[in-house]
């Protein structure tokens, strides 16, 4: 998926370009040279963070911090042992519908007793060797999720949605979370950004094709009760026990479903 481009204007101010406070000349240097070693040190500040992440999820984790704003999809990563907890056996079976699905689903297939497939909602324009590894497999599938999606009824214990919600209209949502719970038998978790909270740049505007709506939890529950859609009081009880125990606060809002039936 195509990533913003990181301002040279931004890494100049932040004091973190490397070389210049080595550079001792009796002559002062052109301004040439100087604009060249500030795109050489944004470069080399770039590639360090790609090197370093390993992933994909990597280079959210970096932009979300460069940006000060959240990603749900790398916040999920980390909420995984919390909802393992909460929904026990229902953990079996996964789909992840979101951005940068296939590190979702490679975290998943590391869990013991767990299968995992996601469906990213938009082109894999930089996908990793990995990431096209699970496409060909038919394990991550690009599908637009305003669309029926290519999965029978209760096909999942368990589907997972991050990031992908908060972007569309609620025309959209009104086909897309009744479909979305039409394919779960066990429930559906959907993790959306707080209002007021800066989303994470992870992708162009194009891809999206709208800015995020960041909307209120009484927002999104008087939309489950206009769709159908209950919620799954025993899973939330147990997740938000298990979130105490470890003393963790998510930064997106998380809401749990009971499947449709």
């Known amino acids: 998926m195509s990533r913003r481009p990181i301002s040279t204007r931004r890494l100049a101010d932040s004091g973190g370009i490397p070389f210049m406070g080595s550079l001792h000349s009796k002559s002062r240097p052109s ?7 500030l795109v050489v040190g944004a470069l080399l500040i770039v590639g360090y963070m790609y090197h370093g992440s390993g992933s994909r999820n990597g280079d959210i984790a970096a932009l979300s911090r460069l940006d000060g704003g959240v990603s749900c999809t790398l916040e999920l990563q980390k909420l995984t042992p919390i909802l393992k907890k909460a929904y026990g056996d229902s953990m079996r079976k996964v789909l992840h519908v979101g951005p940068d699905t296939c590190s979702v689903v490679s975290q998943l297939l590391k869990e013991e007793d767990t299968e995992a497939w996601g469906v990213e909602p938009y082109e894999l324009d930089d996908a990793d060797a990995t990431c096209k590894n699970l496409v060909r497999k038919g394990i991550v599938r690009v599908a637009d999720i305003k669309f029926p999606l290519p999965y029978r009824a209760k096909s999942f214990s368990l589907v997972i949605v991050s990031d992908a919600l908060d972007y569309l209209s609620p025309k959209y949502l009104n ?35 709208r800015p995020a709506k960041l909307r209120s939890s009484t927002w999104w529950i008087r939309f489950f009760i206009q769709t159908s859609l209950e919620e799954n009081e025993a899973a939330a009880k147990k997740f938000e026990q298990a979130a105490a125990k470890k003393s963790y606060k998510s930064t997106c809002q998380v809401f749990h479903l009971k499947p449709l039936h």
């Open 31 to 37: 301004p040439l040279l100087s604009v060249g070693l």
């Open 175 to 209: 086909r897309t979370v009744p479909e979305l719970a039409r394919v779960s038998s066990d429930g559906l978790v959907i993790l959306s950004g707080f209002p007021g909270h800066q989303r994470a740049k992870v992708a162009e505007l194009s891809k999206f094709g």
